[in-house]
């Protein structure tokens, strides 16, 4: 992301276009090279740095900060981002004594594997949630500066990394006894203070929220050395806002966009080994309504192919029967609690990293390899939350949510048959928006979103699901995965199920999905 510059005509200077080019960015090299070299001087005096509540330390360190330049200006300012970053953390210890404190009481194994899940929560977060891009805006008055980018927790400090000053001795607007820069934070979640001192700088509004600089023309290495020590100081315990800081340099105006948000705190599911067994990172879910028969058929078929793996099974069954089995958890709801609360449930008890759901009348075959599906979520560059599969066979596991707007509402519709392309690496895999009731998926990923228990989806839901999901979710159909389907049940099952099709109750469904989605039609 580059900022648009202003720049003298190449024809009238003589220089022919392709030169010019390749005088900019060697300018721009060279620039943060004088930039880096400059740091090495120490212009420091022994004073005191005003006090703050920021970690960030004074620059009087010997331990220099600055990476080799090698890469170009923009690979330079990502590495010093990303030491600025990973810097914050490096400060981090627990009260002594006292009944609330808690410390780690791991064994070496313990530590070991979950230093393993973290450093892979962390691959993910990374791909899922990348940092924003590093927008570098070259000179055009006497300074290049990095407008976005720069992130910060809520409370703490970063330096502002990037701000170079290109002036010349030549330079019309250098006045002989020096210059003004004033910085302000314009929403006011921070402030400014320069953690650096020196002689011939003058500061006004040091830690408040428009801080000026008066600094005397000694040379641009000077200049520059002063401009590193300019720190942004949050101050608001926000969750996730946007400040901006105006630089202000005479006529001149600049503004640096600030990311101030909370980490996301890592949640790791334990394994007891680097590889563990599917049964301690896979749970099966059904969730059942009077037929006994047939959920007791698909238990039967999972204990088969996998017997330690936990089942948890939600019955909101009219005339309830026990279920007991092997690693078999039943939870018995209220009579016709519904479809979508019986999910709910179920997902909310999960504490494996990926669960399966099937429909109490599937029953796993041979050919249902349940790690054909691991292996596409394990591969993080795919980014993918859940994966679905086919059911008795059919090619029929992928389907499109298309959405159009105008300022009446939205119409809505999902295709059958119909796929994004191909998952990279998988031919016999689709991205596809909505799966089939037949799909593995990663536990948290569907936490977040939840399944609406309205009333109205108590009979008939699923592609409800994925519209509520539609934003975040990332999911795809393969055809390498299998499951069977027994169809039937009883005739009490039989009435209930199909309750749906009354008059009344589809018109309310109607309303009810044209309120909750703000849509003018809706074809499911």
Known sequence: LLCPVKRPSSMAAGIAPGGMRRLVLVSSTVLVVIFLLGTMISITKKCEVPPSSSNVAPLRSSRSPWPSPDGGPLRVLLELREQEISRLAENCSCPDGGSRSQFTDLSKESLRLRDHVYRKWQEREQLVRPRPPLGLCPAKSEFQFVSTGIEI??????????????????????????????????????????????????????????????????????????????????????????????????????????????????????????????????????????????????????????PTMTILVADDSVHPQAIEKKNVHHYKMPPETGWFAGRNLLVSQVTTEYFVWADDDFVLKENTKLELFMEKLDKLELKLDVVGGLVDGKDLCTQCIKVKKDRQGQCIAVIKNCNRGHLAGFPQCFVSDRPLNFFMARTRSVQEIGFDPSHHLRHVAHPEFFMDGYHTLRSACCKDVSVGHERGGSVFYQNSRHMHLDDKELTERRQFHAFKYYTKCFDV
């Not at 309504?289 to 078929?301: A, G, Q, T």
């Open 153 to 306: 927790e809520p409370l703490q400090s970063i330096r502002l990394v990037g701000i170079l000053s290109s002036w010349s001795r030549d330079d019309s607007s250098q006045v002989d006894d020096g210059f003004k820069l004033t910085f302000t934070s314009q929403h006011e979640f921070g402030v400014l203070s320069l953690r650096l001192c020196v002689v011939r700088v003058d500061v006004e509004g040091n830690n408040t929220k428009e801080m000026t600089l008066h600094v005397a023309r000694e040379n641009e290495r000077f200049v520059n050395e002063v401009l590193r020590g300019v720190v942004y100081q949050s101050t608001v315990p926000v969750v996730d806002e946007w400040d901006t800081v105006n630089m202000r340099f005479y006529e001149n105006s600049m503004n640096i966009h600030i990311h101030i948000r909370r980490g996301r705190l890592p949640f790791l599911y334990r394994i007891s080994s680097t590889f563990p067994p599917i049964h301690e990172r896979v749970t099966f879910l059904v969730k059942t309504f009077e037929r006994y028969d047939k959920v007791n058929k698909l238990i039967d078929s999972v204990i088969k192919f996998y």
